[in-house]
């Protein structure tokens, strides 16, 4: 091989390698900037309260170091049924208090409105609302749970525990990154005291528990 075979050849070499390794940079830039988001704490909540509505209180984590807005989000529950709008209310929380059972508050913003931003791995909690006539109820109620938490006596067909594994609840999100969907799953089932609670430890976060004077 002459001298200018050879470096026609480590030509054609270095020119592969940079191709290489400027696709694997590409690659893991991609990686590195995927969207990641991730849902726990998932509570629903039934109350006589807002009869026509049930509710969602989910945490989503932000597993990235990119910052993004929440637009906007629907839920899925079980295949082939349709995605489910979110109501664009925000509720808000107000009690003058028991001295023997709960803090006096003032109104207390229980879920942000969209858009929600979401810094460096930050986490935000959500009280989704949902009309009771755009879902059906038995995909997010958990199988073996009533509506205080308890456990039933009821055994399941194991094929209806086997479909509702295969295909979870899932939160379909519209953010300022894309669209992702992520799977959720119910840990409890809770009513009008829990939320009350709730927005008491909201209230004391904020700063707006009521002393009297």
């Known amino acids: 091989m002459s001298y200018d075979d050879f ?12 191709f290489i390794l400027s696709l694997i940079l590409a690659v893991s ?10 849902a726990s704490g998932c509570v629903l909540i039934e109350t006589k309260h807002v009869r026509d509505s049930v509710f969602l209180c989910v945490c989503l984590h932000n597993h990235t170091n990119l910052p993004f807005s929440l637009i906007d989000l629907h839920i899925n529950a079980g295949h082939g049924y349709r995605n ?8 808000t929380y107000y009690s003058k208090g028991d001295p023997g059972k709960r803090a006096p508050t003032g109104p207390v913003v229980l879920s942000p409105a969209f858009p929600v931003r979401f810094d460096s791995y930050a986490a935000e909690v959500l009280l989704l609302e949902v009309l009771r006539q755009n879902i059906n109820m038995k995909f997010l109620l958990p199988d073996g749970l009533d509506n205080r938490g308890e456990r039933l006596h009821t055994q399941f067909h194991p094929f209806h525990r ?11 999100l519209r953010t300022s990154r894309g669209p992702i969907s992520i799977p959720v799953h ?8 829990w939320l009350e609670k709730y927005a008491v430890r909201k209230a004391g ?3 707006k528990i009521l002393f009297p004077m």
């Open 29 to 38: 830039q991609l990686l590195t900037n995927r969207l990641k988001i991730k």
């Open 205 to 207: 976060h904020e700063g």
């Open 186 to 193: 119910i840990e409890s089932v809770q009513g009008w005291n």
């Open 7 to 18: 470096y026609e050849w480590l030509a054609n070499v270095a020119g592969v390698a940079g």
């Open 84 to 91: 489910v709008p979110v109501e664009q209310t925000i509720r």
């Open 162 to 172: 086997l479909y509702r594994r295969l295909f979870p609840l899932r939160l379909k």
